[in-house]
């Protein structure tokens, strides 16, 4: 008996592992589905900070990558085998169920491996993914020799330096362009790095360029230029072959001096500088020299007559007088394109005998520009539309080189220096200076700027056309330009200054504004970006002309009190000061149309600003101090258009909480022209204070914020620059419903409402639709049982994205509240613009609308957790054309049910399995309540949008920096 019960437990100890084999399994598939999870987050989180930043994965995590894959191959070979092998061999089924305990240990630990608390990417070589917009090349004979030329050298082991001169306009710029979007993937070099360098350059200046192009982040940290010249080596070193272009030099400097690596024939790496001067490129130790020449004459005249306008057709009079003109043009591209623009539609010969006449007598008696150059360009200014024009494009020279001009701020800048007195409403201001910037986009006289999206659009000037403006404006000793120079103090010459209307040190190193200047004509006075700490308390006592102080950036604590004697200041602009805590008096500043004070540090609104009667724009975000608004402070501004207080301290409520303490919602209702309103409200009773009051239904812009929501500088810029109304409600205990605007929406955001049951309670009336609605983003409202009713939802014609997420009480998206006859069910609703639409977590949902969707633009449908939806509201009559993709898990859509076999099989090519949730079953889990998982705001190239993205473990985290008070940035730095 023993005997036995000794080979009874040997059994046991033996079938053990068999026993537990079928449940081993099932713990290994959930173990592997979660570290599934994982991987998408990871790979996910990997391919948007290699789109939007530039960065690549570390080396651990490649690794733990490549592990991954391996226990998933592994797996899945161990589960083939148990498919394969029959229950009867014992022995080979107890070595799988032993491998499977293992695999189900790897599986545990590969996932918690894959944390990674110090982050999953570093910098990616820079330059490997940039790719600058590709510029058309004129005079193709002419360049493609030139090209020929540079690419011989670049491929020369011999030659490591080469430089390319030729005058300014005539096309090096261009030329470096298609060299570095042809090799910077071409595997020639590691890396392709790109630098402009500009006249306005010193050894600071171009290091910190360097730096910036190398993505060295902690450049500023080393004070020294010996110490920055060490690490800049060091970077160079370790890109390994390298092609580094200097676009843009104007004087020799030692390589080493600065920290660039000598190329050789060891490294292979290769350094091109572009310079109008062969000087140059001699200093530099060139070891060949390429000259970049004007077009040949016929490649000249293909150009005007381009330039004139393909369906332009010249008189056999006029042509030989514009030969004649493209002659005195001599081959320079930029002079060529201007003059052509100059000179698009006139067909009166006696127009065109006076250009030729002006081009031969327009001599320049002013330095630093070639004749030819000059001559070109000067008749080109001089033929724009008006002298409004000619001011606006000289105004852009006040803008460093190559600086990338924000159109907004140019044309605010422009109003307030009165170039359209005649135009008081803001907005026709606006559209006036849209209307000069595309005339001078036109003339070719400026350039569309890199840098741009939906609601924001920038322009840059042409260095040579910028050499002309500042040398115009030198002759009549108008402007004084010293940007990013090291002029160390204000210029105060009196015989100089008594003429001077402008006055730019932008960037520059002025640290101090000592005793008083006189320039009684001074208009515009720019420091913006400055290292300015300090200002004399008489420094502006002499300015009483001053229109536009744009003070943006700078390090003071304090303006001084003559500040309070410009009685004709339109604008001033304190934009991210962020050390600013005192104002003085504005009392007397009653021409005051904007005042920025983004940023500032002050506890209490500047005294005096019941006064300012005809204030316009005033700017209030992030004054992270501001402790009060007084009652009047607001509503006394009768003329305010613009209102932005978004991250600011002070957050508004109704008046009756304030019990008399502070202005409150009514103070903004009282603003009768109020145009923009971008707030924080205390809470949703506030909110649905201001809702109710319909005072919105007056604006054209608006941002209204209740809860926790994150924004920096540049979200309130795009808000404030476009037609966007939007509402985001964040964190917040409500009733079972709240007060939403009913037309006007662009955007609607709610998160964290746990009690919130619906959004719009009431069918829509006359006049109330959602029309404009064109985001719809829901999350975490666990008590919400639906989107919207037919009603609202058949109103959505310009409805793009749709996302709602972890809202448990959800059984329908969208509810019939009237007739809910056979008939109507068969009525469907049209949505044009639907793009995306995203529902995830969602347990009890049974359906999006009982009604056909026709939804003709719909390119992405994204489906996860939502084991209750058991139909897609398309019919095979219904089928959206432009579909991309449906994401979703395979045993959800294997157990969707079809009006017609023929729909699954037409939307079945666009189906991609997306790997369950990392839930240890369905009925485990819990939807009470659920963190924000992430609707994460992220941007392409063209505008911002949402973009859906579930993230079960991974807690992307907004991190606001601020540097020396540069402002607060947002950046996604960690994954815990």
């Given at each position: 008996?023993?005997?036995?019960?000794?080979?009874?437990?040997?059994?046991?100890?033996?079938?053990?592992?068999?026993?537990?084999?079928?449940?081993?399994?099932?713990?290994?598939?959930?173990?592997?589905?979660?570290?599934?999870?994982?991987e998408?987050?990871?790979?996910?989180?990997?391919?948007?900070?290699?789109?939007?930043?530039?960065?690549?994965?570390?080396?651990?995590v490649?690794?733990?990558l490549?592990?991954?894959?391996?226990i998933?191959?592994?797996?899945?070979?161990?589960?083939?085998?148990?498919?394969?092998?029959?229950?009867?061999?014992?022995?080979?089924?107890?070595?799988?169920?032993?491998?499977?305990?293992?695999?189900?240990?790897?599986?545990?630990?590969?996932?918690?491996?894959?944390?990674?608390?110090?982050?999953?990417?570093?910098?990616?070589?820079?330059?490997?993914?940039e790719?600058?917009?590709?510029?058309?090349?004129?005079?193709?004979?002419?360049?493609?020799?030139?090209?020929?030329?540079?690419?011989?050298?670049?491929?020369?082991?011999?030659?490591?330096?080469?430089?390319v001169h030729?005058?300014?306009?005539v096309?090096?710029?261009?030329?470096?362009?298609?060299?570095h979007?042809?090799?910077?993937?071409?595997?020639t070099?590691?890396?392709?790095?790109?630098?402009?360098?500009?006249?306005?350059?010193?050894?600071?200046?171009?290091?910190?360029?360097?730096?910036?192009?190398?993505?060295?982040?902690?450049?500023s940290?080393?004070?020294?230029?010996?110490?920055?010249?060490?690490?800049?080596?060091e970077?160079?070193?370790?890109?390994?072959?390298?092609?580094?272009?200097?676009?843009?030099?104007?004087?020799?400097?030692?390589?080493?001096?600065?920290?660039?690596?000598?190329?050789?024939?060891?490294?292979?790496?290769?350094?091109?500088?572009?310079?109008r001067?062969?000087?140059?490129?001699?200093?530099?130790?060139?070891?060949?020299?390429?000259?970049?020449?004007?077009?040949?004459?016929?490649?000249?005249?293909?150009?005007?007559?381009?330039?004139?306008?393909?369906d332009?057709?010249?008189?056999?009079?006029?042509?030989?007088?514009?030969?004649?003109?493209?002659?005195?043009?001599?081959?320079?591209?930029?002079?060529?394109?201007?003059?052509?623009?100059?000179?698009?539609?006139?067909?009166?010969?006696?127009?065109?005998?006076?250009?030729l006449?002006?081009?031969?007598?327009?001599?320049?008696?002013?330095?630093?520009?070639?004749?030819?150059?000059?001559?070109?360009?000067?008749?080109?200014?001089?033929?724009l539309?008006?002298?409004?024009?000619?001011?606006?494009?000289?105004?852009?020279?006040?803008?460093?080189?190559?600086?990338?001009?924000?159109?907004?701020?140019?044309?605010?800048?422009?109003?307030?220096?009165?170039?359209?007195?005649?135009?008081e409403?803001?907005?026709?201001?606006?559209?006036?200076g849209?209307?000069?910037?595309n005339?001078?986009?036109?003339?070719?006289?400026?350039?569309?700027?890199?840098?741009?999206?939906?609601?924001r659009?920038?322009?840059?000037?042409?260095?040579?056309?910028?050499?002309?403006?500042?040398?115009?404006?030198?002759?009549?000793?108008?402007?004084?330009?010293?940007?990013?120079?090291?002029?160390?103090?204000?210029?105060?010459?009196?015989?100089?200054?008594?003429?001077?209307?402008?006055?730019?040190?932008?960037?520059?190193?002025?640290?101090?504004?000592?005793?008083?200047?006189?320039?009684?004509?001074?208009?515009?006075?720019?420091?913006?970006?400055?290292?300015l700490?300090?200002?004399?308390?008489?420094?502006?006592?002499?300015?009483?002309?001053?229109?536009?102080l744009?003070?943006?950036?700078?390090?003071f604590?304090?303006?001084?009190?003559?500040?309070?004697?410009?009685?004709?200041?339109?604008?001033?602009?304190?934009?991210?000061?962020?050390?600013?805590?005192?104002?003085?008096s504005?009392?007397?500043?009653?021409?005051?149309?904007?005042?920025?004070?983004?940023?500032?540090?002050?506890?209490?609104?500047?005294?005096?600003?019941?006064?300012?009667?005809?204030?316009?724009?005033?700017?209030?975000?992030?004054?992270?101090?501001?402790?009060?608004?007084p009652?009047?402070?607001?509503?006394?501004?009768?003329?305010?258009?613009?209102?932005?207080?978004?991250?600011?301290?002070?957050?508004?409520?109704?008046?009756?909480?304030?019990?008399?303490?502070?202005?409150?919602?009514?103070?903004?209702v009282?603003?009768?022209?109020?145009?923009?309103?971008?707030?924080?409200f205390?809470?949703?009773?506030?909110?649905?204070?201001?809702?109710?009051?319909?005072?919105?239904?007056?604006?054209?812009?608006?941002?209204?914020?209740v809860?926790?929501?994150?924004l920096?500088?540049?979200?309130i810029?795009?808000?404030?620059?476009?037609r966007?109304?939007?509402?985001?409600?964040s964190?917040?205990?409500?009733?079972?419903s709240?007060?939403?605007?009913?037309?006007n929406?662009?955007?609607?955001?709610?998160?964290?409402?746990?009690?919130?049951?619906?959004?719009?309670?009431?069918?829509?009336?006359?006049?109330?639709?959602?029309?404009?609605?064109?985001?719809?983003?829901?999350?975490?409202?666990?008590?919400?049982?639906?989107?919207?009713?037919?009603g609202?939802?058949?109103?959505?014609?310009?409805?793009?994205?749709?996302?709602?997420?972890?809202?448990?009480?959800?059984?329908?998206m969208?509810?019939?509240?009237?007739?809910?006859?056979?008939?109507?069910?068969?009525?469907?609703?049209?949505?044009?613009r639907?793009?995306?639409?995203?529902?995830?977590?969602?347990?009890?949902?049974?359906?999006?609308?009982?009604?056909?969707?026709?939804?003709?633009?719909?390119?992405?449908?994204?489906?996860?957790?939502?084991?209750?939806?058991?139909?897609l509201?398309?019919?095979?009559?219904?089928?959206?054309?432009?579909?991309?993709?449906?994401?979703?898990?395979?045993?959800?859509?294997?157990?969707?049910?079809?009006?017609?076999?023929?729909?699954?099989?037409?939307?079945?090519?666009?189906?991609?399995d997306?790997?369950?949730?990392?839930?240890?079953?369905?009925?485990?889990?819990?939807?009470?309540?659920?963190?924000?998982?992430?609707?994460?705001?992220?941007?392409?190239?063209?505008?911002?949008?949402?973009?859906?993205?579930?993230?079960?473990?991974?807690?992307?985290?907004?991190?606001?920096?601020?540097?020396?008070?540069q402002?607060?940035?947002?950046?996604?730095?960690?994954?815990?």
């Open positions: 008996m023993e005997l036995l019960g000794t080979v009874v437990e040997m059994g046991k100890a033996i079938c053990a592992p068999l026993q537990s084999l079928k449940e081993n399994e099932d713990i290994l598939d959930k173990r592997i589905d979660e570290l599934s999870c994982r998408s987050d990871v790979r996910a989180y990997l391919e948007r900070e290699k789109v939007q930043y530039g960065k690549m994965p570390k080396r651990e490649e690794l733990w490549k592990n991954v894959q391996i998933k191959d592994k797996v899945h070979d161990i589960k083939q085998k148990l498919g394969e092998v029959s229950w009867t061999h014992i022995q080979l089924r107890m070595n799988l169920a032993k491998e499977v305990e293992e695999k189900i240990k790897e599986a545990v630990e590969l996932k918690e491996n894959g944390r990674f608390q110090e982050g999953l990417v570093v910098d990616l070589l820079v330059g490997s993914t790719t600058f917009p590709p510029i058309k090349i004129v005079g193709e004979t002419t360049a493609l020799k030139n090209l020929q030329k540079i690419e011989e050298c670049l491929m020369d082991d011999e030659v490591g330096k080469i430089g030729g005058m300014g306009g096309g090096k710029t261009t030329l470096m362009t298609h060299i979007n042809k090799f910077k993937n071409a595997g070099f590691n890396c392709v790095i790109w630098v402009t360098v500009s006249k306005e350059s010193d050894l600071e200046e171009l290091q910190g360029r360097l730096s910036k192009a190398l993505g060295i982040t902690d450049f940290n080393y004070k020294d230029a010996l110490c920055k010249s060490a690490k800049l080596f970077a160079f070193n370790r890109r390994g072959k390298f092609l580094l272009i200097l676009d843009d030099m104007w004087s020799t400097f030692p390589l080493t001096k600065v920290g660039v690596l000598e190329p050789n024939q060891e490294n292979k790496c290769k350094i091109v500088w572009t310079t001067s062969k000087k140059v490129c001699r200093g530099m130790g060139s070891e060949r020299i390429i000259e970049v020449a004007g077009l040949a004459e016929d490649e000249s005249w293909t150009l005007f007559k381009e330039k004139l306008g393909t332009f057709v010249l008189s056999p009079e006029i042509e030989p007088i514009a030969k004649a003109v493209v002659e005195e043009c001599d081959g320079l591209p930029l002079g060529i394109i201007t003059v052509g623009a100059a000179m698009r539609g006139v067909d009166d010969i006696r127009i065109w005998r006076n250009a006449e002006d081009l031969k007598n327009s001599r320049p008696d002013l330095e630093g520009l070639e004749d030819d150059v000059f001559s070109c360009l000067r008749f080109s200014f001089d033929h539309k008006t002298q409004i024009h000619r001011d606006c494009f000289l105004y852009c020279a006040l803008y460093p080189e190559d600086d990338q001009i924000e159109c907004n701020s140019l044309i605010e800048k422009w109003m307030a220096d009165g170039f359209f007195y005649e135009i409403d803001r907005e026709k201001g606006f559209d006036k849209y209307t000069v910037i005339d001078l986009k036109d003339a070719c006289m400026l350039e569309k700027g890199e840098l741009g999206d939906f609601n659009s920038f322009v840059r000037m042409h260095d040579l056309l910028r050499d002309l403006a500042i040398a115009i404006t030198r002759k009549s000793h108008q402007f004084v330009v010293k940007v990013r120079s090291n002029v160390g103090k204000f210029p105060r010459d009196e015989n100089l200054m008594d003429d001077v209307i402008r006055v730019s040190l932008m960037h520059g190193s002025v640290e101090m504004l000592s005793c008083q200047s006189k320039c009684p004509k001074l208009s515009t006075l720019l420091l913006e970006g400055s290292r700490g300090n200002i004399d308390h008489l420094f502006f006592e002499h300015m009483q002309n001053l229109r536009v744009d003070l943006s950036h700078a390090r604590t304090c303006l001084p009190q003559s500040l309070s004697n410009l009685v004709n200041l339109n604008a001033l602009l304190l934009r991210n000061c962020w050390d600013l805590t005192e104002v003085p504005l009392v007397q500043l009653r021409e005051l149309r904007v005042l920025d004070l983004t940023g500032a540090a002050i506890e209490y609104l500047p005294d005096g600003m019941d006064s300012l009667t005809n204030l316009k724009c005033l700017g209030l975000s992030f004054t992270r101090r501001l402790e009060m608004v009652v009047g402070a607001i509503s006394s501004l009768s003329h305010l258009e613009e209102l932005s207080m978004v991250g600011s301290k002070w957050k508004w409520s109704s008046n009756e909480d304030r019990n008399g303490w502070g202005a409150g919602v009514e103070d903004i009282r603003l009768m022209h109020l145009k923009k309103l971008l707030v924080n205390v809470d949703l009773s506030a909110f649905s204070s201001y809702v109710r009051s319909r005072h919105w239904r007056c604006l054209n812009c608006f941002l209204l914020i809860g926790g929501v994150f920096d500088p540049e979200d810029q795009d808000v404030l620059y476009s966007e109304c939007q509402v985001n409600v964190d917040s205990d409500c009733m079972n709240v007060a939403f605007p009913k037309s929406l662009t955007q609607l955001r709610i998160n964290l409402l746990y009690n919130l049951s619906t959004i719009y309670m009431e069918e829509p009336t006359q006049g109330d639709n959602l029309a404009n609605l064109k985001r719809i983003v829901i999350s975490v409202c666990p008590t919400l049982k639906y989107v919207l009713s037919i609202w939802f058949q109103t959505l014609q310009n409805l793009e994205e749709i996302y709602v997420s972890h809202c448990k009480a959800m059984e329908e969208v509810v019939d509240m009237g007739d809910m006859s056979e008939a109507n069910n068969n009525i469907p609703i049209t949505l044009p639907l793009k995306r639409l995203a529902l995830s977590a969602l347990p009890n949902l049974k359906s999006i609308c009982k009604r056909t969707l026709i939804c003709s633009s719909l390119e992405e449908i994204d489906v996860q957790y939502c084991p209750m939806l058991k139909m509201p398309f019919s095979i009559n219904s089928l959206p054309s432009s579909l991309k993709q449906i994401k979703g898990s395979r045993r959800w859509w294997d157990s969707l049910e079809w009006d017609n076999a023929n729909t699954k099989m037409h939307l079945q090519p666009f189906f991609s997306y790997p369950k949730f990392c839930y240890e079953s369905d009925e485990d889990q819990d939807f009470s309540y659920c963190p924000d998982y992430g609707f994460q705001l992220e941007e392409d190239q063209e505008r911002q949008h949402l973009q859906f993205s579930e993230r079960p473990e991974f807690s992307f985290q907004r991190r606001e920096e601020d540097q020396e008070g402002g607060t940035k947002r950046k996604a730095d960690s994954i815990s």
